[in-house]
C-alpha cells in the first residue's frame, strides 16, 4: 500500500509525443493579498519539485499529520485554505527534446476551499498550446 503522499501533486504529460515530460521544475506559492502585504499582491515561495521519470512531482510538501501548532499556510503538510500558485518551467523540457516552444514556464492559480482534501493539478503541454484541471 503506497504511503501518504503531498497534499498538493502534479503531473506533466507531453501531448505532442505522448509521453511523460520528466525533469520539468515546478515552483509551488501562497497568495498573500495586498491588504496584509504593504499594498502589493505577492506570491510566496513554499516549495519546489522536480517531475520524475513518470512526469509526476509527488514530493512537493510533506504529507499531512496531526500537530496540535499550526502555521499561517502550511504545517507538516496541511494547507490552509487561500489562493495558491503553481509553476512549470516548461522551456526547458522542449530545449533537452530538441524543440522550441511558446511558452517558457506555465502558472496556474487555484484557490483551496478544503484543506483536508488531495489537490493535483494535471498539465497537458505541447509546444505552442497547453491545458489543465483539476485532477484526482
Given at each position: 500500500m503506497?504511503?501518504p503522499?503531498?497534499?498538493?501533486?502534479c503531473h506533466?504529460l507531453?501531448?505532442?509525443?505522448?509521453?511523460p515530460?520528466?525533469?520539468v521544475h515546478?515552483?509551488?506559492?501562497?497568495?498573500?493579498?495586498?491588504?496584509?502585504?504593504?499594498?502589493?499582491d505577492s506570491?510566496n515561495?513554499m516549495?519546489?519539485?522536480?517531475?520524475?521519470a513518470?512526469g509526476?512531482?509527488l514530493?512537493?510538501?510533506?504529507?499531512?499529520?496531526d500537530?496540535?501548532?499550526?502555521?499561517?499556510?502550511?504545517l507538516?503538510g496541511v494547507?490552509a485554505?487561500?489562493?495558491?500558485?503553481i509553476t512549470?518551467e516548461t522551456?526547458e523540457?522542449f530545449?533537452m527534446?530538441g524543440r522550441?516552444?511558446?511558452?517558457?514556464?506555465?502558472?496556474?492559480?487555484f484557490?483551496?476551499?478544503?484543506?483536508?482534501?488531495?489537490?493535483h493539478?494535471?498539465?497537458?503541454?505541447s509546444?505552442?498550446?497547453?491545458?489543465?484541471?483539476?485532477?484526482?
Amino acid at each position: 500500500m503506497p504511503g501518504p503522499k503531498s497534499p498538493i501533486t502534479c503531473h506533466v504529460l507531453d501531448s505532442s509525443t505522448g509521453k511523460p515530460a520528466e525533469g520539468v521544475h515546478v515552483r509551488l506559492q501562497d497568495f498573500t493579498p495586498a491588504a496584509t502585504a504593504g499594498g502589493l499582491d505577492s506570491f510566496n515561495p513554499m516549495a519546489t519539485g522536480v517531475t520524475n521519470a513518470d512526469g509526476r512531482c509527488l514530493n512537493l510538501l510533506p504529507p499531512a499529520r496531526d500537530s496540535s501548532e499550526a502555521k499561517e499556510k502550511e504545517l507538516d503538510g496541511v494547507l490552509a485554505s487561500g489562493i495558491y500558485k503553481i509553476t512549470f518551467e516548461t522551456k526547458e523540457h522542449f530545449e533537452m527534446t530538441g524543440r522550441k516552444c511558446f511558452y517558457p514556464w506555465v502558472e496556474i492559480v487555484f484557490e483551496i476551499e478544503n484543506p483536508k482534501e488531495h489537490y493535483h493539478i494535471p498539465l497537458l503541454i505541447s509546444p505552442y498550446s497547453f491545458t489543465t484541471y483539476r485532477g484526482s
